[in-house]
């Protein structure tokens, strides 16, 4: 298949995915049509809001993010678990630049796990000393892939959820291959300031993957995927990280505020984790963001 085509049907897949979602959610309450008699204001203040009702959804975490191709990108190692930083045989001695990392060599331990590097790669620099305690996730090692690399950031609302599980990813380079995997990286470049976007993840370019430096493309990142799930639209839902509200209708039409749990989200849909049972009734409308 032509690299255009192949990129076309990933896009197209991804769409289809996100309309199939649309289009298999529930439809909202209608207001039921005219009765031909004028609704005094009593009646036109108490109707009942327009709700969906909860259900149950498989959900996968799933975002689209821009990037552009950088030659050899640099990235970090990080710690496995919390403990003491010993360094292997392959650093004692090294320089920065001198040391070529195969995939799977390990590089340092922390306690009795050791830590492997994903992708064949340079050394760039130790961050840490020799026998220094750190806790799990801390960057340790920055190293340099021995490649390609395409850069992106991570929105900020789905950071979180998003790095806290198995991240896996494809890419497409724009008007180039399209479809082809690639490993995830945690980029060594500042975090974003305030009020930008949310941390730089790195896709490494397989080197049976032809690409140029400086070509833009897409990542389609996915973390963790739920089953059953009771749902809801996102429009529907105040927050976007770990808690959030609705409004729930009850079966009198009155309705309340009430704080519920969130969990995974494909972007148009996010799990409910607690507050609200199957077939509750919540509506379209969220009420005022959670503070």
């Keep these: 298949m032509r690299p255009k085509a192949r990129k076309s049907l990933v896009l197209l897949l991804c769409a289809g995915a996100v309309a199939a979602v649309a289009i298999g959610w529930p439809a909202v309450q209608e207001p039921r049509p005219d009765s031909g008699h004028v609704a005094d204001l009593d009646t036109a203040d108490t109707a009942e809001p327009e709700s969906v009702a909860v259900s149950r959804r498989d959900i996968k975490a799933v ?5 552009s191709v950088a030659a050899g990108p640099t990235y970090r190692i990080t710690a496995p678990k919390t403990g003491t930083v010993h360094y292997g045989s392959v650093l004692a001695g090294s320089h920065a630049g001198t040391v ?10 922390v306690g009795d796990e050791a830590a492997k590097v994903p992708v064949e790669s340079i050394l760039k620099k130790t961050l840490v000393p020799d026998g220094a305690r750190v806790h799990k ?10 490649g390609f690399g395409l850069r992106g950031r991570l929105p900020k609302a789905s950071a979180y959820r998003l790095l806290s599980g198995d991240m896996s990813a494809t890419a497409a380079i724009t008007d180039g291959p399209a479809g082809f995997d690639c490993t995830l990286l945690v980029a060594s470049k500042a975090p974003a300031e305030p009020g930008e976007e949310g941390p730089e993840i790195l896709c490494a370019i397989p080197d049976d993957v032809r690409v140029y430096n400086g070509l833009s493309g897409l990542i ?12 809801l639209p996102t429009s529907a839902v105040s927050g976007s990280a770990v808690t959030g509200e609705v409004t729930v209708v009850n079966d009198d039409g009155s309705t309340e505020v009430r704080k519920v749990g969130l969990g995974v989200t494909d972007g148009a ?9 199957k077939s509750d009734r919540v509506a379209v409308t969220p009420p005022r963001p959670v503070r």
């Design 137 to 146: 996730g801390v960057p340790v090692v920055e190293v340099a892939y021995a």
């Design 220 to 231: 389609i990142v996915a973390s963790g995927q739920v089953d059953e799930a009771l749902a």
């Design 63 to 67: 975002v689209a993010v821009e990037g």
């Design 100 to 109: 070529n990392l195969g995939k799977g060599e390990q590089p340092f331990r």
């Design 269 to 277: 849909i996010v799990e409910i984790t607690h507050g609200l049972s």
